[in-house]
C-alpha cells in the first residue's frame, strides 16, 4: 500500500509502485557495474614485447566469445568516454530500465515493459556506435595536421622519442591522448614500436598503421624521417578528402535507405493510433500475429542487407 503522498490520480498504485522499483534499480545497476568493475581490475600486466605480440595473435585469431568481447571492449575504448566495459553495460541496463519505466508508466501495461527496455538496450548501442564514429572521425581528421607537427618537431632537432611527448601534448584533443598513451608507455620501457602498433590496434585507422609501420621500418634502416611524416601527412590528408566525397556521393542513398527502414515500424504505429480496435484484433489473432512475425523478419534481413550494401572498408 502507498502512501498517500505517493498516489497519483489515474494511475493504478501497484504500477506506480513497480515503477518507483525499476527507478530504484537504475543506480543499484549502476553500482552493482561499479563494483564489478573494481574487483576485476587487478594490477597491470607489464606491456612487454611479448604480451603485446600476444595481444595481437589473440586478436587475429579469437574464438565466437572472444571476437563478441573484443567488439564490445573495442566498441567501447573508441568512444573517447574513457569509461570501462562494466560501467558500460551498466549505462546500457540504465537506458534499458529507463525506457521500460516510461513505456510502463505511458501505457500503463506491464506487456509494454519488456518492449521499452530492449527498445533502451538498442538505443545505449546505437548511441556508444555513433560516438565510436565519431571519435574515429576526428582522429582521421586530425591526424594530417598533427603528423605535420611532428615533422617539424625533427626539424628543430627533436629525436622520434621527444616528438610523441610533443605530439601528445599539442595535439588536437583525440590524438593527443592516443600520443599520450604511447609516451607513458615508453616512459616504462616500452619501444615506441611496440607502443604505435598497440595504439594502432585500438585506433584501426590505415593511416594510422601506416604511421606505425612507417616509424617502426625507419627505427630499423634509417632514413629522412621529415619527409617521411609529410608524406605519410599528405597520404592522410588526401584518403580524408576521398572518403568525404564517397560519403557525399552516397548521402542520397543513405537517406532513402534510412526512410525504407523506417516506413513500416512508422506506418505500424499510424494504424495503431487511428484504428486501434482493429490494430487489436489484428495483433490477438494467430494469422496477425504470424504475419506480424514475418514482417519484422523481413525488416530485420533488409535492415542487414541494406547495412552490407552500403558498407565501405575504410
Known amino acids: 500500500m502507498l502512501p498517500d503522498f505517493l498516489a497519483l490520480p489515474g494511475i493504478d498504485p501497484a504500477l506506480l509502485a513497480a515503477g518507483l522499483g525499476l527507478m530504484l534499480a537504475l543506480p543499484v545497476s549502476l553500482l552493482g557495474a ?4 573494481s574487483l576485476r581490475a587487478g594490477p597491470e600486466q607489464a606491456l612487454t614485447p611479448q604480451a603485446i605480440e600476444q595481444m595481437a595473435r589473440d586478436r587475429r585469431e579469437p574464438d565466437i566469445g572472444q571476437q563478441v568481447n573484443q567488439s564490445f571492449d573495442r566498441l567501447v575504448e573508441r568512444t573517447g568516454l574513457e569509461i570501462t566495459s562494466p560501467a558500460a553495460i551498466g549505462l546500457m541496463l540504465l537506458s534499458g530500465l529507463a525506457f521500460a519505466l516510461v513505456a510502463t508508466l505511458v501505457q500503463e501495461d506491464w506487456i509494454y515493459s519488456p518492449v521499452g527496455f530492449f527498445v ?23 591526424l594530417p595536421d598533427a603528423l605535420h607537427l611532428a615533422a617539424r618537431s625533427v626539424r628543430a632537432g627533436l629525436n622520434l622519442d621527444q616528438t610523441i611527448g610533443v605530439l601528445g601534448a599539442q595535439a588536437p584533443s583525440a590524438l593527443s591522448r592516443e600520443f599520450g598513451l604511447v609516451a607513458r608507455r615508453m616512459s616504462l620501457g616500452v619501444p615506441m614500436e611496440q607502443a604505435l602498433r598497440l595504439s594502432a590496434l585500438k585506433v ?3 593511416d594510422f598503421d601506416l604511421l606505425a609501420a612507417g616509424l ?3 627505427r630499423r634502416v ?7 611524416l609529410v608524406r605519410l601527412a599528405t597520404s592522410a590528408r588526401e584518403r580524408h578528402l576521398a572518403r568525404g ?14 526512410f525504407l527502414a523506417l516506413g513500416g515500424p512508422i506506418l505500424l504505429l499510424l494504424n495503431r493510433s487511428s484504428q486501434p480496435e482493429s490494430f487489436a484484433r489484428f495483433v490477438e489473432s494467430s494469422a496477425g500475429q504470424s504475419a506480424l512475425g514475418v514482417a519484422i523478419a523481413l525488416e530485420v534481413i ?3 542487407w541494406i547495412a552490407l550494401i552500403l558498407r565501405h572498408e575504410d
Not at 561499479?34 to 568493475?37: E, K, L, N, T
Not at 533502451?120 to 586530425?142: P, T
Not at 634509417?222 to 617521411?228: E, F, N
Request: aromatic share 8%; proline share 2%; glycine share 8%.
Open 204 to 206: 584501426r585507422v590505415p
Open 34 to 37: 561499479w563494483v564489478w568493475s
Open 216 to 218: 617502426a621500418l625507419h
Open 245 to 258: 566525397q564517397f560519403r557525399a556521393s552516397t548521402a542520397l542513398g543513405r537517406t532513402s535507405a534510412v
Open 222 to 228: 634509417g632514413g629522412d624521417v621529415s619527409a617521411l
Open 120 to 142: 533502451g538496450i538498442i538505443a545505449a548501442l546505437v548511441s556508444l556506435a555513433a560516438l565510436q564514429s565519431r571519435w574515429r572521425e576526428s582522429i582521421r581528421r586530425e
Open 302 to 304: 533488409g535492415l542487414v
